[in-house]
């Protein structure tokens, strides 16, 4: 696997056009198993293919139970990671048991203390609310921990349920409750109340950070900045256009094998640049600009002022000139609202 994403990467050494890496990220899956060698081997191809700036943020998504002090101490001192994205979802051990995690709360814990004294301080955690497990008062705690730890960076989701889990056929066949919407709902909104009041800026629905500890990788993708991705499954965008490798491995390694890269593309219409702005706008801190939807087409632009007048009659949406934004009770109804200011018409 490593021997065909170094040759993948040569092979997309011009996808991003000689444009500098201002982040790379390890993710999808549990990159956290790749050795010492193997990491430094696809460091050094990337920085003898690509330009990467010299503050870039480059982050390893791992489970606690991955991260030893000896891992850490070598992803630190050995490899140029500076930051980690750790998978905690509970410190609580029924949260963690009903949803399969292989780490113990404690384990968590020890998990984030080794991360800071090996010198780690760019950090993020993920957390999981609405889980039938969770209960308000567990949640509460969750959120307290996490601050507690001093972590800079938190991407919070609300569970869900997704076709062809085994948790959909749980639920179906009544062996586990399905996600609890108000509970839901009254966890985020005590998530946001908390973090405020602590000076985190809420930048995007599922993630809030310190000022200034935006996640760059984060950011760049609900912007719309172009990005390569590398590996099986991945996905790429030049601005265009998006492309997406074979999920399976197998495959994947007989392509590359072969010198081929194993994607599908799709050129975007007009009509999907706007209703993915709009899905990716609305989420964040930035807000939808009515000058960038009529770049795209006029009519787009005269579309969703009209269906988005509803929502800011209710208090959902803010506007300030030509931006507009989801409100503290907006975030509640994102998906909603965005699926209403889509373009359908054929």
Request: hydrophobic share 40%; proline share 4%; charged share 25%.
């Amino acid at each position: 696997m490593v021997e065909a994403i170094l040759h993948e990467l040569e092979l997309q050494r011009d996808y991003l056009g000689g444009a500098e890496l201002s982040s790379i990220y390890f993710g999808g899956g549990t990159p956290s198993l790749l050795d010492l060698p193997e990491l430094e081997r696809i460091f050094e191809k990337i920085n003898a293919l690509y330009r990467v700036a010299a503050d870039a943020e480059i982050t390893l998504e791992a489970n606690p139970d991955d991260l030893t002090k000896e891992k850490l101490h070598d992803l630190r001192h050995y490899t140029p990671v500076n930051r980690l994205s750790i998978g905690i979802q509970s410190f609580f051990d029924d949260d963690l048991r009903w949803m399969n995690r292989a780490h113990t709360a404690a384990h968590a814990r020890h998990c984030l203390r080794d991360a800071a004294a090996a010198g780690f301080h760019d950090l993020t955690i993920d957390l999981i609310y609405g889980a039938p497990t969770t209960s308000d008062a567990q949640w509460a705690e969750n959120v307290r921990i996490a601050l507690e730890e001093g972590i800079p960076h938190l991407s919070c989701y609300c569970l869900t349920v997704e076709e062809g889990t085994a948790l959909a056929h749980f639920v179906r066949e009544g062996k586990s409750p399905t996600v609890d919407d108000e509970k839901a709902a009254r966890q985020f909104e005590y998530l946001q109340d908390t973090l405020a009041a602590r000076g985190y800026e809420h930048y995007e629905i599922s993630n809030f950070a310190l000022p200034g500890r935006y996640a760059r990788h984060n950011s760049s993708y609900w912007r719309g900045a172009p990005y390569l991705g590398v590996g099986p499954s991945a996905h790429s965008f030049d601005g265009n256009s998006r492309q997406w490798n074979v999920a399976n491995n197998a495959k994947y390694l007989r392509a590359l094998e072969a010198g081929e890269v194993p994607y599908e593309r799709e050129v975007l219409t007009p009509a999907q640049r706007y209703n993915e702005y709009v899905m990716t706008g609305l989420r964040t801190i930035w807000g939808c600009e009515l000058r960038h939807i009529a770049d795209i087409e006029t009519t787009f632009a005269a579309y969703f002022k009209a269906e988005i007048e509803p929502f800011l009659r209710d208090g959902a949406v803010e506007q300030n000139g030509e931006n507009y934004r989801l409100t503290r009770a907006g975030k509640l109804l994102a998906d909603r609202i965005a699926a209403t200011l889509f373009w359908t018409n054929p």
